[in-house]
């Protein structure tokens, strides 16, 4: 059973940066796929970053330019530093393991972005 630890959510004023950290209790270095997913209230969970085994990134488009996801296979994390956040960036972030088919999550840290 994978575990993933998520640290780094807070309360953050429109414009602030906050970093996020997901600790993993296996091996990382060859996984196909970790990233962050987000789920807003009332809204369904979507894909905000990932980092795939070769290094390779994506982002949704709303957090492009503003959010930058990186993984350190030595420490077994993945990491997602937030830059310019903004009211709509509120939500609960979740870690993602993806290997295999099989997805594992974290419990998930609250992100507040308010005045």
């Known amino acids: 059973q994978v575990q993933l630890v998520e640290s780094g959510g807070g309360l953050v004023q429109p414009g602030g940066s906050l970093r996020l950290s997901c600790a993993a209790s296996?091996?990382?270095?060859?996984?196909?796929?970790m990233g962050w997913y987000r789920q807003a209230p009332g809204k369904q969970r979507e894909l905000v970053a990932q980092?795939?085994?070769?290094?390779?990134?994506m982002y949704a488009d709303s957090v492009k330019g503003r959010f930058t996801i990186s993984r350190d296979n030595a420490k077994r994390t993945v990491s997602l530093q937030m830059n310019d956040l903004k009211a709509e960036d509120t939500a609960v972030y979740y870690c993602?393991?993806?290997?295999?088919?099989?997805?594992?999550w974290g419990q998930g840290t609250q992100v507040t972005v308010s005045s």
């Open positions: 993602n393991l993806f290997n295999l088919g099989r997805n594992d």
């Open positions: 980092i795939f085994a070769a290094g390779n990134t």
């Open positions: 296996v091996s990382i270095r060859s996984l196909y796929a």
